[in-house]
């Protein structure tokens, strides 16, 4: 559900302001940063988050 709808709102905004390409690459790349810190910790911590398979 997160992942959707953050997907919609990066949808969203690029199609709303085509001209801020720098913001949306920042806030990609802080997600997939995200993303990485999410998988270590699954990695790490497999019994913690089950969820997250």
């Known amino acids: ?9 990066l ?3 690029w199609k709303s302001s ?3 390409r720098q913001q ?3 806030l ?3 997600g997939s940063h995200v993303m990485l810190l ?5 990695r790490n911590a ?3 988050l089950p969820n997250l398979h």
């Open 1 to 9: 559900m997160h992942k959707r709808s953050r997907v919609f709102l």
């Open 11 to 13: 949808r969203k905004r």
């Open 18 to 20: 085509p001209g801020k």
């Open 24 to 26: 949306i690459i920042t």
């Open 28 to 30: 990609w790349t802080i």
């Open 38 to 42: 999410v998988c270590t910790a699954r």
């Open 46 to 48: 497999p019994v913690y």
